[in-house]
């Protein structure tokens, strides 16, 4: 069973400080990895992706990749409210047909 | 573009009842998916297409069944409804479905089952 593993928080963090988020996942073959961030009731949207291992910025955003670890991480710098959400970690199979999501971690920034 | 538009947004259904989820997409997508998300939880993938007329199971496929007969198009058909089915529908869809591609979500359809 492949999985894809997340703390479900709450992780609560302070305006203007660094959330950090996490994720690890079972299958060795994987090899694109996936931050999506949904508000209540609505949708998921993409925020970041990432292939190689290392960091990968984009904004106030950071992801980075350990595949040897098996390790997914989603940093966000100078957290606003309007980042409080559950973020989803998402994962390709082997077979590149379908993402592999986690439970989300529900994170809460306060002003 | 209008990206993938899902009708309808609520519907109460009663144990027994059969309906069908409307999914459409406009990018000229060819992989279309099929996810339920329970209450604090992730999504699960029910089915997908690669393609129209090609389907395949998901983690979940129990109790649905989809067709896809034109690339826009992608309808998720629930028989005989049953409680367990009461969750958040999402529809999503990629261009080539590979590795490094994007899934683009619809709105979602909010289900009861009583």
């Known amino acids: ?111 | 573009n209008a990206g993938v538009t899902q009708t309808p947004k609520f519907r109460i259904l009663k144990i027994g009842q059969s309906m069908t989820l409307q999914c459409t997409q406009d990018m000229n997508h060819n992989y279309m998916y099929w996810y339920r998300q329970d209450p604090g939880m992730g999504l699960k993938l029910i089915y997908y297409s690669v393609g129209a007329g090609i389907t395949d199971k998901g983690e979940v496929p129990n109790g649905y069944n989809v067709s896809r007969s034109t690339t826009e198009d992608f309808p998720l058909r629930l028989e005989l409804a049953a409680p367990s089915q009461t969750s958040v529908y999402f529809c999503a869809s990629s261009y080539v479905g590979g590795i490094g591609d994007t899934q683009y979500f619809g709105p979602g359809t909010r289900l009861t089952v009583l």
């Open chain 1, 1 to 111: 069973q492949k999985e894809v593993e997340q703390n479900s928080g709450p992780l609560s963090v302070p305006e203007g400080a660094i959330a950090s988020l996490n994720c690890t996942y079972s299958d060795r073959g994987s090899q694109s990895f996936f931050w999506y961030r949904q508000y209540s009731g609505k949708s998921p949207e993409l925020i970041m992706s990432i292939y190689s291992n290392g960091d990968k910025e984009d904004g106030r955003f950071t992801a980075q990749l350990n595949k040897a670890s098996q390790y997914v991480s989603l940093l966000i710098r100078d957290s606003q409210p309007s980042d409080s959400a559950t973020y989803l970690c998402a994962v390709n199979d082997q077979a590149g047909t379908a993402l592999i999501f986690g439970k989300g971690t529900t994170l809460s920034v306060s002003s």
